[in-house]
C-alpha cells in the first residue's frame, strides 16, 4: 500500500464499510502451512520406527 495517505485512507474506509473483504483480510495467511509440520513428521517417523522394530523382531 505504500505511504500515500490517500491510498490509506480510501484502504482504510473501504474495509471499514465492506464487510466481506474485512473478514477475508483479518484471517492470517502463511505460506508456511498451520505450524504443525514437525509433530506430524515426528509422529511418522516414530511409526515408521515402531514398523520396522516390529518386522525385524518378526524376522
Given at each position: 500500500m505504500g505511504t500515500d495517505v490517500?491510498?490509506?485512507?480510501?484502504q482504510t474506509a473501504l474495509l471499514l464499510?465492506?464487510?466481506?473483504?474485512?473478514?477475508r483480510m483479518s484471517?492470517?495467511?502463511t505460506p508456511y502451512?498451520?505450524?504443525h509440520?514437525?509433530?506430524?513428521?515426528?509422529?511418522?517417523l516414530c511409526a515408521w520406527?515402531?514398523?520396522r522394530r516390529?518386522?525385524?523382531?518378526?524376522?
Open positions: 490517500h491510498r490509506i485512507v480510501d464499510e465492506d464487510a466481506e473483504l474485512h473478514e484471517r492470517p495467511l502451512g498451520d505450524g509440520a514437525s509433530e506430524r513428521i515426528a509422529a511418522r520406527l515402531e514398523q516390529a518386522e525385524k523382531r518378526c524376522s
